[in-house]
């Protein structure tokens, strides 16, 4: 079956295969996010050890490679880039440029604190993408940085049980 993942609202495109794909993460951070004054002001001091240690192994786990499966259905592969699944729900993404073999996208969050990412995709062939995604936020003064690099290939059509990209 021919098909490309399609924004049909926002005509977004990525030509890749319906089946199960496997993605893979490396990548590096800088800086070290901090949890808001008034957030920790609230905690009991256990729980603002814990809410510390909790953003300590985020951005450890975000240095160590991933992998990951899902599997994509034909109709995920008709309706689309689902868009409002990258950053939040209070986040602007800018579509830069879209085509079946790539997309650069920017997503800003504003407010007092920020984040600001870019994403690049590009489909080599229908079983194979690769990109990269550089993400910059700031909490209260203080910034981190993570940017990792992105692998997908399409590992073939039929899924068994692992859950669709939903």
Do not use: K
């Not at 490396?26 to 070290?32: D, E, F, I, L």
């Not at 994509?72 to 699944?85: E, M």
């Amino acid at each position: 079956m021919s098909g490309s993942v399609a924004g049909s609202a926002a005509g977004l495109s990525l030509d890749v295969a319906p089946g199960l794909w496997e993605i893979s993460t490396s990548g590096a951070v800088s800086g070290v996010p901090q949890i808001p004054a008034d957030m920790l002001a609230g905690m009991q001091p256990e729980q603002r050890l814990i809410a510390q240690g909790m953003v300590l192994a985020i951005v450890a786990q975000a240095s160590v490679p991933h992998r990951l499966q899902f599997c994509v259905t034909p109709q995920q592969v008709r309706q689309g880039l689902d868009l409002n699944r990258v950053g939040g729900r209070n986040c602007r993404r800018t579509v830069r440029s879209s085509s079946p073999a790539g997309l650069d996208m920017q997503v800003d969050c504003g407010g007092r604190d920020w984040m600001r990412g870019v994403v690049h995709l590009r489909v080599l062939d229908r079983s194979t993408l690769i990109g990269d995604v550089d993400v910059h936020e700031e909490i209260e003064g203080t910034s981190a940085g993570i940017r990792q690099s992105v692998h997908g290939r399409w590992l073939g059509a039929a899924c068994g049980d692992v859950p669709s990209f939903d």
